[in-house]
Each structure stands twice: as C-alpha cells, then as structure tokens.
Nanobody, 127 residues
Framework: QVHLVESGGGLVQPGGSLRLSCAAS????????MGWFRQAPGKEREFVAAVNRVGGTTFYGESVGGRFTITRHNPENLVYLQMDRTKPEDTAVYYCAAQDTSRVFWASDNAMDYTYWGRGTQVTVSS
C-alpha cells in the first residue's frame, strides 16, 4: 500500500504557473504508475496527466496538453505537475493517484484504474 500527499496548491492569476507535488510513502515508489486528476465543483473527475513507472511515457488530458507537464523522481518518491499558462477553467481540486503494476510502461487516463488516492489540493486560477 502507498500513502499519497499532495501539496503546492493555491491561488494563481490567469497565465501564471504553479507546481504541484505528490509525496508517496509506503511501498517502493517505482512499482507504481502515477496520475493526476482534478475535480471542479459540480463536475466529474477529469484526467489531467499520467506517467509510467520509469517516467519514460507521459500523456495528458486534452484540456491541459501543451500547458502542463508531469514528471517523477523515483529516488525521492515524488511526482510533480507543472502547470503553466493557467486558465480559470483549471480551477479544481487536484488529486494524485497511484497504481502498482508489473508493466513498466503502463499508465492510464481512467480513474477507475487507480487504487490509491491522495486527499487533494485546491488550485484556484483567478485575477
């Protein structure tokens, strides 16, 4: 089992940048594919980004592609979400998710594929 804690959320002006962090503890971090999801009030949870166990494969939701970047640092048990050129519609609670897998290059954009979740961090994009 892995425990996930997100941090780095806050208020940012439109067009600004923010970096979210997700710290993992418990089992070997490199056993897990990692994802970021978000949920705005009254909306369903939305896929943001995912990275495989070794960081070699990443992919993004349509609404954030080209603006957000997911990276992971396995020795430090951390995964990051760099948010650039933010928009008011990026306002949401952002969740880190993990799934252990034997497939080194696997990652998913489906929230149902992830077993472990953090409690989320609020991001507000507003002037």
């Amino acid at each position: 089992q892995v425990h996930l804690v997100e941090s780095g959320g806050g208020l940012v002006q439109p067009g600004g940048s923010l970096r979210l962090s997700c710290a993992a503890s418990g089992r070997t971090f490199s056993d897990y594919a990692m994802g970021w999801f978000r949920q705005a009030p009254g909306k369903e949870r939305e896929f943001v980004a995912a990275v495989n166990r070794v960081g070699g494969t990443t992919f993004y939701g349509e609404s954030v592609g080209g603006r957000f970047t997911i990276t992971r640092h396995n020795p430090e048990n951390l995964v990051y979400l760099q948010m650039d050129r933010t928009k008011p519609e990026d306002t949401a609670v952002y969740y880190c998710a993990a799934q252990d897998t034997s497939r080194v290059f696997w990652a998913s954009d489906n929230a149902m594929d992830y077993t472990y979740w953090g409690r989320g961090t609020q991001v507000t994009v507003s002037s």
